[in-house]
């Protein structure tokens, strides 16, 4: 059974920063896209950045030039370094895989999320 499990999240001050960290683990056969998502309260879940397995990265524009993503794809982990934080990027983040199983079912995982609060 795969699992996906966020951590990191947390409260900090405008302009302040925060690691996400997402690790995937049980039977994996392989990870294609990892990403992660934001969902605000009474706001849709909205994609804040993803890399393919390549390392090929893309973000909102919302987050460009202050958030980071990287992956370890020997730990199967995907990362998120949000720097400048704004009060607008208070959020449950959540991080999504792309993956074939040990089955040879490829399907996309959520992991439960880590709220992120950022206000003075």
Known sequence: QVQL???GGGLVQPG????????????????????WYRQAPGKQRELVATIA??????????VKGRFTISR???????????NS???ED???YYCLADLRDGAG????YWG??????VSS
Do not use: F, H, W
């Open 112 to 117: 439960q999320g880590t709220q992120v609060t």
């Open 16 to 35: 302040g920063s925060l690691r996400l960290s997402c690790a995937a683990s049980g039977s994996i056969v392989r990870i294609y896209t990892m990403n």
């Open 90 to 92: 208070t959020a449950v």
């Open 53 to 62: 397995t390549g390392g090929n990265t893309n973000y909102a524009d919302s």
């Open 72 to 82: 370890d794809n020997a730990k199967n982990t995907v990362n998120l370094q949000m």
């Open 105 to 108: 079912v490829r399907n996309d």
């Open 85 to 87: 934080l704004k009060p």
């Open 5 to 7: 499990v966020e951590s």
